[in-house]
């Protein structure tokens, strides 16, 4: 199994994230933004859902503009990964970087990583704490385990942040999922407008600085607060 992994400088113990890629995979932007988390005081683990392909792939932008046929081999690569999957990747990376089954986590996952961390929370609700979801795909489906039908029995915080604008996930794609989350305790729902999918990654086209600053403080906040609530 092959993890990215990212903290801070020092030797203490320092609380957990699982962060799940997006389709793209592990590139350039992935590692900036596990450091920027890094920076905040977590260390950062990223399962590499890729890695039976091979190792570490992942396509930049400026790859898949030289080369439009990388477009279908994300496409390929992404269409093999199931949540079975990513689950194995998940208890695959906790055991390899010292798990002790006991010590609480949050998650936060982009596109269909958003998918992977909501699956996580409730596979795992005695360790995870907290959750975001950004411009996430795949929370409504037509198959009986759709997260959207588990959605309302979700026990810990949730950040989700949704572009009215996202042009892969539309934003009434989502309703069914944001309509089971809206009424739990502690679910913050933003929606930017003008946002588009993948409006995190400075660089692309679709990055949209107010939902990727407003979403980044979103998330700091409720894992400060999930995790010291934890504490106490």
């Not at 995190?200 to 979103?218: D, M, Q």
Request: proline share 7%; glycine share 8%; aromatic share 10%.
């Amino acid at each position: 199994m092959v993890v990215l992994r990212k903290r801070p400088v020092g030797d203490a113990v320092w609380p957990r994230v699982v962060m799940f890629h997006d389709g793209p995979g592990i590139r350039g932007a992935t590692h900036e933004f596990a450091a920027r988390l890094a920076g905040e005081g977590y260390e950062v683990l990223v399962p590499d859902l890729y890695h039976r392909h091979g190792r570490l792939l992942g396509w930049e932008l400026h790859e898949r503009q030289a080369d439009p046929s990388l477009v279908d081999r994300l496409w390929e690569m992404l269409s093999t990964l199931t949540d079975a999957g990513i689950q194995a990747d998940l208890d695959a990376t906790l055991k390899a970087n010292d798990d002790d089954d006991e010590e609480p986590l949050a998650t936060i996952g982009f596109c269909v990583g958003a998918r992977a961390a909501f699956r996580s929370m409730m596979r795992l609700p005695h360790r995870f704490v907290a959750g975001a979801l950004w411009h996430p795909s795949f929370l409504v489906d037509d198959q009986p385990d759709s997260p959207h039908l588990s959605a309302g029995g979700l026990g810990a915080p949730l950040f989700v942040g949704i572009g009215d604008a996202d042009q892969m996930q539309p934003l009434a794609s989502h309703l069914p999922f944001l309509d089971a989350i809206r009424p739990l305790p502690d679910v913050e729902i933003a929606v930017y407008p003008g946002a588009d999918h993948g409006y995190t990654w400075r660089g692309w086209p679709s990055y949209h600085e107010a939902a990727a600053t407003a979403s980044f403080a979103s998330t700091i906040a409720l894992f400060r607060r999930a995790f010291a609530d934890r504490r106490d």
